[in-house]
């Protein structure tokens, strides 16, 4: 696999056009429900760009060929619960044979810390590469402290997908966890008071499971 560089904003016009129908306030649940699976097919097509391919024989009508498939075990993806749900479930029609596991965690709202509530994750993390699933990387501390969580688990390769980042999480994931890359549809440009990402989308649980 060649080197990723630490951030990678996904540029392609599809997921910008998309993501600027999600942001809009007017969009509506059930159609940020469906972009969102939209968008997410996208993101895994480019974060899986890199995987590394093997070879194996097969017979086409025609002659024998080796063929290209991808090498080593399965991936394992990582949805943080619950907005990692709703890009999990597009990305799981592109790689449908992808292991799956869940991390619990919700943000304290005054200290703005992570809780872990719940953990389940596939065997074997240090043989696969994991994709950690997280809409917002926000304040980053809920997803620093999910990678921690999948390192002592065993996991080595492993990279983070999510929609919006703010220079804040960005900022903390590189200080704690530089070896894991990081891939987003787009930079915004900071932190409210609050903990939210702007200009940003709002809740991104709220905005997909409508509980706003
Ligand atoms: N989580 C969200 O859902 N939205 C934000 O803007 C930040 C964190």
Redo the contacts with the bound molecule.
């Keep these: 696999m060649t080197d990723v560089p630490h951030l990678t904003v996904i540029d392609h016009p599809l997921v910008q056009h998309k993501l600027t129908i999600m942001r809009d306030k007017r969009t509506s649940t059930s159609g940020f429900r469906k972009l969102l699976r939209e968008i997410s097919l996208l993101l895994a097509y480019e974060i899986t760009r890199e995987l590394d391919l093997t070879t194996t024989a097969i017979e086409t009508p025609l002659c024998p060929m080796e063929a290209p498939v991808l090498e080593g075990k399965k991936l394992a993806l990582i949805s943080i619960l619950r907005?990692g749900n709703g890009l999990l479930d597009g990305i799981l029609e592109l790689i449908p044979a992808a292991r799956v596991g869940f991390i619990g965690l919700y943000?304290d709202p005054v200290t703005l810390l992570p809780v872990q509530y719940y953990s389940k994750v596939p065997a074997d993390l240090d043989l696969r590469m994991v994709i950690v699933v997280d809409?917002?990387l926000?304040?980053g501390n809920s997803s620093a402290a999910a990678i921690d969580l999948l390192k002592k688990a065993g996991a080595k390769n492993l990279r983070f997908l999510c929609l919006?980042a703010?220079p804040e999480g960005v900022a903390r994931m590189r200080e704690a966890h530089p070896d894991v890359p990081i891939f987003t549809a787009a930079l915004d440009d900071r932190?409210?008071e609050h903990?939210?990402?702007?200009p940003?989308?709002?809740?991104?649980?709220?905005?997909m499971f409508g509980t706003k």
């Design positions: 907005a943000r809409p917002m926000a304040t919006l703010a932190l409210d903990g939210y990402i702007l940003g989308l709002g809740d991104a649980g709220d905005r």
